[in-house]
């Protein structure tokens, strides 16, 4: 059984339909992509998945269980968590003020420091830096916040809105590779990407989001050989 | 093309970029400027005021600057939570200070008051704050909640309805002549600090403040909600996406400010021994104009800002209108107050410390 499903899913912006029925899964344990141009609705799903817009029709569930009514604290609580697009640290919290408000939703104490250990691990930066106030950080560590405060809550599907946006061509590499990593080590991974090479390179399957409605699916290889993908998102 | 415009923009004088209101702003800072250095060199050359009457002053300052920190702590926390100025904050100090009458009443009728002052102080404060936290929620729950993501002059205006009701409510409720508070005994008087005489009621008040406002700083600054607080201020969204429910922590701070300002309204009591439906105005007109003076949104300038307030209203009549030849110069403090208002939202609209707000919001 799938872990995370939408089945139809309508969202409006006001009179802007902005989603016009998607369906997709995700299974346990899987790398899933969505890529799509500007304003195809990427975000609009991740968003709504999470609780902050509510869809008009549609189902969302995790392992069988309705998210679509709960508010967006309590998707974090069934195990859903995203890193928004840009990023958006808490830029006046230090770095270990922010990983503890990943962990929010968590009591107890010890299972928290294992944690922010293993974040230290993945991104020895952070570690470094964890007394430093966030917003002065580089735009490649606050991603890596960004990811790490995610991590903080023990999701078992982790959201990702554009990790590499604005980074460096090493940076980008050094991310997809951690997103590996961290897929590797158990939690299922939903990632929207504009750079849908790399993206499709380290996923298993994807989606193609084309004006609020998915386009194309398939294995990464198949949308990798797909003749309109690689005109539309893999430069020919 | 469009680089030559600017270049020749850059190159005229500062002279032809000079227009009518930036004249006549700089001639109102200069004519400020003046104002207070003549009267300033003028009161001290007199010599009218002994030594001992500027300490008076002095502490009289910092006592009704501490009232006003204390207030003012609550329109700051709400506005960098809210980006709202909660315009019933003054009336909630009011509600904290109105139950504590009764209280205090109570005790004293009981003839405990006297025979334990530390108990009943505390007795009087915790109903003080908890009457105030109550008001503030349900003010919080009725007035503003239901308007969280309407235009922003919404709230504002239902903020203010909150306020008028609120008052006419407890003027309903206990009529509209002033109450007269008991007097501690022990608070009666002066006590020696260091040689200098402090009165006492105001020793109470300095040092309530300053336990009070460590404990709000520490709340904020090292426990786990006032991250969380602090988070939400920076980015709602984001931190409910981080689990914490924003709605909750909302209802914390109108809580926490509600309590400092209930605790404001037993301190205001002590000093002036009276209260009255709308004693909730000015102290919460004086306390927002210090949030703004230190920077709204910001918890060490609302400190900072009512205690410089309270300074330069209870050290200013004298020694600058004093000088330039105004009789009775403390009837005009409320001037000075809110010359202050505007000028700081004039010239500095971020207050103090408010830099790094300045940026981000408005
Ligand atoms: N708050 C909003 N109000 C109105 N319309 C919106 C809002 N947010 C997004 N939209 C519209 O909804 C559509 C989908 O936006 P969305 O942000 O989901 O796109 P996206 O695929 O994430 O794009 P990008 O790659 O640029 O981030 C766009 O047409 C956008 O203009
Ligand atoms: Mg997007």
Redesign the pocket.
Known sequence: MALLEVDNLHVY??Q?H??KGITLHVDPGEIVTLI????????????TISGLLRPQQGRITLSGEDLAALPAHDVVAKGVVQVP?GRRIFGQLTVHENLLMGAYIRAERNGVETDLARVFTLFPRLKERRSQVAGTLSGGEQQMLAIGRALMSQPKVLLL??PS?GLAPVLVEQIFETITGINRLGTTVLL?E?NAYMALHIAQRGYV?Q??EIALSGSAAELQANAEVRKAYLGG | MAATIVAARIRRSWFQRLSVIDLFLWGFRAAVLAAVVVGTFATLRSGRYAGEVWLDFLIFGISQGSVYALIALGYTMVYGILRMINFAHGDIFMCGAYTAFYAATALHRAGLFNRYPPLSLAVILVVAMATAVSVALLVERVAYRPLRRAPRLVPLISAIGASFFIEYAVRGLYGSGFQAYPEFEVFKGKWNVFGVGILRTQAVVIVATVILMTLLYLFVMRTRTGTAMRAVSEDMEVASLMGINVDRIIVITFAVGAAAAGAAGVLYALVFKQVHFFMGFYPGIKAFTAAVLGGIGNIPGAMLGGLFLGLFESVGPILVLDGLGIVAPYQLKDVIAFTMLVMVLIFRPSGILGERLAGKKA
């Open positions: 912006y006001g802007i902005a989603l799509g141009a500007n304003g195809a609705g990427k975000s609009t799903t991740l968003k697009e809105d554009e946006m929207v504009q989001l004006t609020g």
